[in-house]
């Protein structure tokens, strides 16, 4: 079973951190579908955290039933970072990471994210400080990281068990390069070679620090697959669980050798939006509500009206999903949901067969 550091894990799957989308509503979704080990929250900005901004507290909200929950900190500024750390510790974080990975130029530009990857003397001076800052709280520090800047300039595999002598108590390696963005798919020799490289420091310094492999897992068999080819020893999952909740709880299954359940039905689907509509207002507000679900129906409609037609083609859900961005209150997206419950609000099929994203 996982064990970062101190914390074991009910599962080895996680929730990956998706800024703008894995707040503490769509964290409990994910969690009460079941097989979630950890969810994390979207990077943190320390300064934000340290200043009390309302955006920073609010993605830093968490509560008791959000646990296991990783804090992501970003940012390339040691004693910045390691206050952050500290905050992270008082405010309910299980475990704190820091985000190695984000390619979006505001972050690198700033040295935070996967700039990381290409200043290792600041990154190690990043991780000692956290490591020493949470040694009282005894709480566990893990990275997030691409497999490199360039792609033919692999980083993580000797950067990691650098990171590991530190005192990182887990790594997570997001299969692409931050040249890659998030174009392509998810490259498993790469994931597999960082394993390879922190079993065999492991094995030599006597640490026991497992790797979490990420990308691509839309579907219980990739999660196997992932595990099978990688020798990971857990998965996190991010745009999968946007658009199937459930998702932990059929790789759970999968990869322990059982059937895969059967998908959820259609009242179980809408039950579980409704949840996630509820949640937002109870923990935030409706603006933010009616902000996210108009963007967020794109995705759950992604598992909505699978039902076939008489070619067994999906009947789709396009009318319904425009009738939610149409909506003006969280009144409107509810009964834009019961009238797809009660078998309205189908059509579209061929375009959803065909969508690649949301
Ligand atoms: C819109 C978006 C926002 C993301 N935000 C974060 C983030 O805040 N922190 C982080 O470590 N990774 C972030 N990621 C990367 C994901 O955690 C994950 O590594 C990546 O999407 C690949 O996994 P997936 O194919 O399961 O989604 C983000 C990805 C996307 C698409």
Redesign the pocket.
């Known amino acids: 079973m996982l064990k970062i550091g101190n914390v074991q894990l009910a599962t080895n799957l996680l929730l ?6 894995c707040d503490l509503a769509f964290r409990l979704v994910a969690r009460r579908q079941g097989g979630v080990g950890l969810a994390c929250t ?2 943190l900005s320390p300064q934000g955290l340290l200043r009390g901004t309302a955006s920073s507290l609010d993605l830093a909200r968490t509560n008791a039933e959000d646990k296991p929950v990783g804090m ?1 900190l970003y940012g390339g500024i040691p004693e910045i970072m390691a206050e952050g750390a500290t905050w992270a510790a008082e405010h309910g974080a299980t475990i704190v990471d820091i ?1 190695m ?2 390619p979006v130029d505001k972050v690198t530009k700033k040295d935070g994210g996967s700039k990381l990857l290409c200043i290792p003397d600041t990154t190690i001076q990043i991780v000692r400080q956290c490591v020493r800052a949470l040694e009282p709280y005894n709480i566990p520090l893990t990275c ?1 990281m691409r497999l490199g800047w360039f792609n033919d300039q692999p980083i993580a595999e000797n950067l990691a068990p650098r990171l590991i002598d530190e005192g990182i108590t887990a790594v997570t390696i ?1 299969g692409r390069t931050t040249e890659q963005k ?1 174009m392509g798919i ?1 490259n498993l020799d790469g994931i597999s070679r960082v394993v390879d490289a922190v079993g065999r420091h492991c094995k030599a310094s006597g640490h026991n620090v497992p790797v979490i492999g ?4 839309r579907e219980a068999p990739d999660a196997l697959a992932m595990m099978q080819r990688t020798g990971c020893a857990g998965v ?5 669980a946007l658009s199937t909740p459930w998702l932990f709880r059929d790789c759970w299954e999968v990869i322990n050798g059982r059937q895969c359940p059967p998908e959820p039905t259609t009242a179980e689907k809408l039950a579980i939006v409704r949840q996630y509509m509820a949640f937002m207002l109870e923990f935030r507000d409706e603006r933010y509500c009616m902000y996210q679900i108009r963007r967020r129906i794109s995705w759950f409609g992604k598992r909505l009206g699978t039902e076939t037609d008489a070619r067994g083609r999906p009947l789709g859900c396009r009318p319904l999903k425009e009738a939610v961005r149409a909506a003006m209150t969280p009144g409107d997206v509810y009964s834009a949901l019961d009238r797809f419950e009660a078998g309205g609000l189908r059509g579209g099929g061929v375009e959803l067969a065909e969508s690649a994203e949301a």
Do not use: S
């Open positions: 990956a951190p998706i800024a703008g989308y979207d990077l992501q985000n990975g984000c997030k997001h998030f998810v990420n990308g691509d897992v996190m999952i991010g745009r999968g």
